[in-house]
């Protein structure tokens, strides 16, 4: 699976940016949105099933941010409202081959290339 993704950039707290990720490849069952802070580890945002089923959301970011799907052009979408600065990441869009419930970052198997993101005070 190749996994494109786009629409990162330097918004003002409290606005909004969407995020985009096109899907190319063989065909893949999980979804996910991760992040890198400045210095801090990888870390889980949002996943679901390619159904968009199975939706989970990180603390953080519960309320905030949506993760949805649109098959017609196997795009993967994240829409992040009232962002804070504290969501200044690298955001990195994943794909993995099979899915459960309970899925990890371990289980994805395929990367994107990141798209940043810097929310200013």
Not at 53 to 70: L, N, P
Request: charged share 20%; glycine share 12%.
């Amino acid at each position: 699976v190749q996994l494109q993704a786009s629409g990162g950039g330097l918004v003002q707290a409290g606005g909004s940016l969407r995020l985009s990720c096109v899907a190319s490849g063989r065909t893949f069952s999980g979804v996910g949105w991760f992040r890198r802070a400045p210095g801090k580890e990888r870390e889980f945002v949002a996943v679901m099933n390619w159904r968009g089923e199975g939706k989970r959301y990180a603390d953080s970011v519960k309320g905030r941010f949506t993760i949805s799907r649109d098959n017609r052009d196997n795009t993967i979408y994240l829409q992040m409202n009232s962002l804070k600065p504290e969501d200044t990441a690298v955001y990195y869009c994943a794909a993995s081959a099979s899915w459960h419930s309970k899925i990890k970052e371990a289980d994805f198997g395929s990367w994107g290339q990141g798209t940043q993101v810097t929310v200013s005070s």
